[in-house]
């Protein structure tokens, strides 16, 4: 009975899994159409390859892990796809970025582990080691929402937080979570309740936030205002529409009969693009 348990959460957390590796499919879509990567960051895919390869090498040397191995091949797949779409579309920069990316990350980060791993571990220790550093990785990835978090409370907005992305997130936890804890896999169990707190997280803070008026933050203090348009400029490279007012200047009189020109500050505003913000990494996929 529990072993038919932990194949129905397993089945149900590919499904789910694939449903959220295939999240991306439109903007690769209208990156081919229109034949440029219109500044989209490619570091979600590149880690999202590197995640799907660790799980991999950890599911061949542990016992059982079949629906393991079908789902991580899955997003392997799907993630080169993606990349190597942006590396055809993307612009000089971009692809310098993600070359330097894949080649740190799923060349000599994966290389540099599967070298100490098969040289120094055998049997259970390779495999214990494997759950550590997959564990680990996961952690990382599952704390990386917390950005989006600050800045959905900072400008009570949830505009950034797409809210059916973190609903399947979330679900895509629980049912990985269900499948490590019937399997006694605490390597694949306890990430996933991390990534459930914080799918719930996300949730509750649009349920609070999505019909509030957006917050808007203006700086007063020049060394902000400077160290701000540098970041705008900077985000403005990867994934987002800057949008400049500048109001007309009014000349009007004082008491004196003087005149008295009345300069309101440059604003800027910028909406980072949606895909971006989100990261599409599970722990199993």
């Not at 799980?55 to 892990?65: H, N, P, V």
């Not at 055998?122 to 990382?140: A, T």
């Not at 529409?241 to 200047?249: H, K, R, Y």
């Amino acid at each position: 009975m529990a072993f038919s348990w932990m194949f129905f959460f397993g089945l149900l957390g590919n499904v789910i899994s694939c449903m959220v590796c295939l999240a991306p499919v439109p903007t690769f879509y209208a990156i081919y159409k229109k034949k440029t990567s219109e500044g989209f960051q490619s570091i979600p895919y590149v880690i999202a390859l590197f995640s799907a390869m660790l799980w991999l090498f950890y599911a061949i040397f542990q016992k059982d892990c079949t629906l393991l191995i079908t789902i991580n091949s899955f997003t392997f797949c799907m993630e080169i796809i993606y990349i190597t779409i942006y590396l055809i579309y993307g612009t000089k920069k971009d692809k310098i970025t993600t070359l330097k990316l894949v080649l740190l990350f799923n060349v000599f980060g994966f290389g540099l582990i599967s070298i100490l791993t098969l040289s120094l571990t055998h049997g259970e220790k390779r495999v214990e080691v494997l759950g550590w550093i997959n564990m680990i990785f996961s952690l990382c990835v599952f704390a990386a929402p917390l950005c989006i978090l600050r800045k959905v409370i900072k400008t009570k907005s949830v505009e950034f937080m797409p809210f059916y992305l973190s609903f399947f997130l979330t679900l895509s936890a629980v049912m990985w979570f269900f499948f490590g804890y019937l399997k006694r896999d605490p390597f694949v169990a306890v990430p996933n309740v991390l990534g459930f707190a914080f799918g719930l997280v996300q949730m509750v803070l649009y349920v609070i936030y999505k019909n509030s008026p957006k917050k808007i933050v203006e700086e007063t203090d020049p060394k902000h205002q400077q160290l701000s348009e540098v970041h705008i400029v900077d985000v403005a490279k990867v994934s987002s529409t800057i949008c400049s007012d500048l109001n007309a200047v009014v000349p009007q009189l004082n008491g004196d009969g003087n005149a008295v020109v009345l300069v309101e500050d440059e604003k800027e505003t910028w909406k980072p693009n949606k895909q971006d913000m989100a990261v599409y990494v599970t722990v199993t996929g």
